[in-house]
């Protein structure tokens, strides 16, 4: 028992440290949760690390998030889960929360106004990063092309409800991966 | 109740964002921006401040949000919202991984959700460039402002750096930098 509440209590405290080091949080989690996950404390393998990144991307949710939940459970079951997955919230919720009482008093400062046109500039920048890092990762044939033009046209011009659209291409990828599958069968046969 | 509504939003958020980080623009322009709690102007600093902190953008500005709109009460109910739905799931999916990782259910959804993150996230960007380049409307006059020149400038930099893998913190600072120079001299 003793025993278990230390080790939840390890759990605890190594995710708060990565919560509290990770800057722009999701993949920059990754290699720090190695170094300490896998080879401080040897808790899970590096195969594993590979397994929750797989499991992250294909479920919903922040990776950061999906990742702590899935190591501490790992490491000792639900209240594994719970802490490792408080750890890693608790310093962003602190720090930001603390932002949030001070952000707009900043934002009557000139220089700060200025600073801000700038950012918001340089922040479409990271902006079209992201978008290109996502196009990376996604398939490259036809139907995936279908699916980013429809998204794109259906979100940015019809203003079609997000969650119509994820449902709908969710379904779509459902479907054609059925088809696809079903006539590679018949290939064969 | 406005607790509530922070919680059942963020939930909705959390439960429907797949890849994370910023494929969750959409679904926040969607229901925070209309919601009234956040312009869109401050999504994108908020951004910048985000990738100037620690931890991960989707409960940083779950944290904000709720904070701005219902006090510390109200982070916790945005937060607790965004982060439970991939608790849950995770703890489900953890007990029967080999199920889940084999399943052609999954995979041919993310067949799907992989593209259509890429056209929501280029949707996302499209509202943010108007709100870069042509924040009162656009008018022609936009072609005689040299603040257009100067976001034009700033953002190609931007691109080419974050290309580079420089990292996010360095731009946003050089970014801040250049921000303030061109505003105090032009």
């Known amino acids: ?189 | 109740m406005i607790y509530l509504e922070l919680f059942l939003t963020f939930l909705k958020i959390g439960a429907f964002t797949f890849g994370g980080g910023y494929a969750m623009l959409p679904l926040i322009q969607e229901d925070v921006v209309a919601h009234g709690w956040m312009e869109l102007s401050q999504m994108v600093d908020f951004i910048a401040v985000s990738e100037s902190t620690p931890g991960p953008f989707a409960v940083n500005i779950a944290t904000y949000v709720g904070s701005e709109v219902g006090g510390i009460f109200g982070a916790v109910c945005a937060t607790l919202g965004v982060v439970l739905p991939s608790f849950v799931i995770i703890l489900i999916v953890a007990g029967c991984y080999e199920k889940f990782k084999q399943s052609s259910i999954v995979r041919g959804c993310m067949y799907g959700l992989k593209p259509a993150v890429v056209g929501l996230i280029g949707s996302a960007i499209v509202s943010v460039v108007a709100t870069v380049f042509i924040p009162s409307g656009f008018s022609l006059a936009i072609f005689k402002d040299i603040a257009t020149y100067v976001s034009l400038v700033i953002f190609a930099i931007a691109v080419v750096l974050s290309l580079k893998k420089v990292h996010p913190i360095i731009i946003i600072c050089l970014s801040a930098l250049l921000g303030i120079l061109t505003g105090y001299v032009l």
């Not at chain 1, 722009?24 to 949760?33: D, E, W």
């Open chain 1, 1 to 189: 028992m003793k025993q278990k509440l230390k080790q939840i209590l390890t759990v605890f405290i190594t995710f708060f440290k990565i919560g509290a080091f990770t800057f722009g949080g999701g993949y920059a989690m990754i290699p720090l949760i190695q170094k300490e996950v896998v080879e401080k404390k040897k808790w899970i393998t590096d195969e594993d690390i590979l397994e929750i990144v797989a499991i992250a991307e294909s479920t919903p949710g922040p990776i950061a998030i999906n990742a702590a939940t899935f190591v501490g459970f790992r490491i000792c079951g639900f209240f594994g889960a719970m802490f490792a997955t408080l750890g890693v919230v608790l310093p962003s919720f602190v720090i930001i929360l603390c932002i949030s009482f001070v952000l707009e008093e900043f934002q009557h400062i000139k220089a700060v106004q200025y600073a801000f046109n700038g950012i918001r500039a340089g922040v479409l920048g990271l902006l079209i990063k992201a978008l290109w890092t996502m196009y990376k990762k996604c398939p490259k044939n036809l139907t995936a092309y279908i699916v980013i033009a429809a998204s794109f046209i259906f979100s940015a011009f019809l203003k079609v409800d997000v969650l119509i659209i994820i449902i709908g291409c969710a379904l779509f990828g459902l479907i054609s991966s059925v088809i696809i599958s079903r006539r590679e069968k018949n290939d064969i046969s």
